[in-house]
């Protein structure tokens, strides 16, 4: 008894951990602590790093592979004081959480990875604790508070909306009615959590005129609209694509060479490297989506096949229309169609219909994404990480659950230095 109390009490701070020598000591740890030292952790080398680390604690943390809370919290913590270009700097955050903090995060996933080979007199159970889910996309308690309002004369501007097509001489009116009638279609999406078609359809304009849907954005989430603009900046492309071509994976490498030759193509490289450097998701869990297409458990994709469900293109002579209607089942969500060559177009394709983007593609991924808040609907699940990464990072969005992953690539661009 005195021998588990001993311990129980080792390794319970920070400065227990020397990782450079527990790196340097591994035989795998030269690589990883070049990666380290140069600022830039790829995707392998973050994996190696938490073999190697996760093994001396099981050596040395005295629990095996059961390890206090503690210790793995020591162990996160010394990790970013020791490598800070390991910290993550995102706002309300002490830095270490993706590696762990409360059952969660690399170290603890990894531990869970190497218990599955324990028999099942040697695994000890413990009561997971659920976490408090944040109100995103598709959510049905959302962050923003709705106003009973249905009196006669917000009904009124409902239907002249409705039945009123844009013109040079109404369209200060349209804005000024969609505007004053912001709180009477949100509670009615919340409540009702009608589909995307139904909502066009009772507010066509949302379609011919898609400023609109930035004017509810901004209701939604206020004084966020040009975050993607004005964090987008050159040096944090710059940092992208560094990060990026020291992933050495042939897929982003070969994503690179179709479209990086082209300057007209650096937002999308950025986007689909962003996307190619996170984790796609192959599951849909909990009960099925209130969209009746949409299945509980959705066909597995590789991250090439990922980047259809952010852009997809279609040649010169495509109807956009025909295309919206005959797009693949598992489209569910809305998606960029990017239309022509040189002079391109750019749609968001929300169930069958094809709303207009613009021309230029940041600004239809700007619209592409407030879609999804301001009709309700959840982001697709093969690219979730991905809208993890613009909500908390880009779109500086408060209450966005943030994977491991996505705070481990913040922490590469954060400590990137490109040349």
């Known amino acids: 008894m005195l021998l588990i109390e001993f311990y129980a009490v080792i390794n319970l701070f920070p400065q227990d951990y020397d990782i450079k020598d527990i790196i340097e000591q591994h035989v795998n740890g030269a690589p990883v602590l070049e990666d380290l030292e140069r600022g830039i952790l790829p995707a392998s080398s973050r994996r190696e790093l938490i073999r190697i680390l996760v093994l001396y604690l099981i050596e040395n943390g005295g629990k095996g592979k059961y390890p206090t809370g503690p210790q793995k919290e020591a162990l996160a913590k010394a990790m970013v004081i020791q490598f800070p270009c390991l910290k993550d700097d995102s706002a309300f955050s002490e830095g270490h959480e993706h590696f762990y903090c409360n059952g969660h995060g690399y170290i603890e996933y990894r531990l869970k990875t190497l218990r599955c080979s324990d028999s099942s007199t040697q695994k000890k159970r413990t009561v997971s604790v659920k ?22 004369d917000i009904q009124t501007k409902v239907n002249w909306l409705k039945l009123t097509s844009p013109s040079k001489e109404n369209l200060v009116k349209i804005r000024d009615y969609a505007a004053s009638t912001h709180n009477h279609r949100r509670q009615w999406i919340l409540r009702e959590e009608p589909t995307m078609s139904e909502i066009l359809e009772a507010y066509p304009r949302l379609r011919d005129l898609p400023e609109l849907i930035n004017l509810d954005f901004e209701a939604i989430c206020p004084d966020k609209g040009v975050n ?18 020291a992933q050495k994976n042939t897929v982003i490498d070969s994503m690179l060479q179709k479209h990086g030759k082209d300057e007209d193509n650096e937002d999308l490289c950025v986007l689909y490297a962003l996307s190619l450097m996170l984790p796609t998701t192959n599951y849909q869990k909990g009960k099925r989506s209130k969209l009746a297409s949409m299945p509980k458990q959705t066909k597995s994709v590789s991250r090439v096949e990922s980047l259809s469900y952010i852009c997809q293109d279609a040649n010169t002579c495509a109807d956009v229309d025909i295309f919206a209607q005959e797009k693949g089942k598992n489209y569910v969500q809305p998606f960029l169609l990017s239309v022509g060559g040189e002079s391109r177009n750019f749609y968001i394709i929300v169930d069958d219909v094809a709303i207009p983007a613009g021309s230029k593609l940041l600004e239809a991924f700007d619209r592409l994404f407030k879609v ?31 994977r491991p992953q996505v705070r481990s690539l913040m922490t590469s661009l954060n400590g990137c230095k490109p040349n």
Request: aromatic content about 14%.
């Open 228 to 245: 993607l603009f004005t964090n987008m900046t050159h040096e944090f492309k710059a940092r992208v694509m560094e990060v990026a071509k």
């Open 131 to 152: 976490r408090k889910l944040c109100h995103e996309p598709g959510s049905t308690k959302q962050r923003d508070v709705v106003v009973m309002e249905d009196s006669e």
């Open 372 to 402: 999804f808040y301001v009709f309700n609907v959840k982001f697709p699940i093969q690219v979730e990480s991905f809208y993890q990464f613009i909500s908390s990072n880009l779109y500086r969005l408060d209450g966005v659950t943030i």
